[in-house]
């Protein structure tokens, strides 16, 4: 199947700096990815969808100041949890389908943020 | 997206078959049935999908009803590295949004 790497695996910061996350889809073009957020004992949950070429969609209640969200390229989504804070401290995955492909979703091997 | 219901655990035998079963009601016409699993620490890892008929890959059977109202997942033979948490999903696929329930917590117990 498809692969989906995220880049760090996990990341340490103090409370009010900003960390960038990073989802590459390797061998396949994603014009569109998925970022979720997931806390411990809790299923994910879809924070954004990111487009090549345009601006990010947000689901209600994500601050989009606060998640910024690039899709340089049809390989590369960022997501900068920016003014980091304890409570965003959480485990942070990114998808992607595959253009013209079957139906599923590739997902990365997640990202373990911790704030202190 | 339809909502699933699914039972939040089950404790299946190494070397049985594990049946995970998934309500889905209020599925309409076009819409798929997907199964992920998420084991531990992980991102989520996609089993199979289907739409009307019954589908089988290497990894598992997935049955769905006649009338799309349900459907169950099927492990033949479960293994240690299947326990995880499985989450049935409908949807139209592809570039829609994913959205996750609760999901079944899958022990397999040596």
């Known amino acids: 199947g498809a692969v989906v790497s995220q880049h760090p695996s996990r990341v340490i910061c103090k409370s009010g700096t900003s960390v960038k996350i990073e989802c590459r889809s390797l061998?396949?073009?994603?014009?569109?990815m998925f970022w979720y957020r997931q806390f411990p004992k809790q299923s994910l949950m879809l924070m954004a969808t990111s487009n090549e070429g345009s601006k990010a969609t947000y689901e209600q209640g994500v601050e989009k100041d606060k998640f910024l969200i690039n899709h340089a390229s049809l390989t590369l989504s960022t997501l900068t949890v920016t003014s980091a804070h304890p409570e965003d401290s959480s485990f942070y995955i990114c998808?992607?389908?595959?253009?013209?492909?079957?139906?599923?979703?590739?997902f990365g091997p997640g990202t373990r943020l911790t704030v202190l | 997206d339809a909502k699933t219901t699914q039972p939040p655990s089950m404790d299946c035998a190494e070397g049985r078959a594990a049946n995970l079963p998934c309500n889905h009601s209020?599925?309409?016409?076009?819409?798929?049935v997907y199964w992920y699993r998420q084991i531990h620490s992980q991102g989520p890892q996609y089993i199979i999908h289907g739409l009307k008929n019954n589908e089988t890959n290497e990894m598992a059977s997935l049955i769905i009803t006649e009338d799309r109202k349900s459907s169950t997942l099927i492990l033949p033979h479960a293994t240690l590295r299947d326990t995880a948490v499985y989450y049935c999903?409908?949807?139209?696929?592809?570039?829609?949004?994913?959205?996750f329930g609760t999901g079944t917590k899958l022990q397999v117990i040596p």
């Open positions: 209020t599925i309409s016409g076009n819409e798929y």
């Open positions: 061998d396949f073009q994603a014009t569109t």
């Open positions: 998808s992607a389908p595959i253009a013209g492909g079957g139906n599923e979703q590739f």
């Open positions: 999903i409908v949807g139209w696929g592809g570039y829609q949004k994913v959205t």
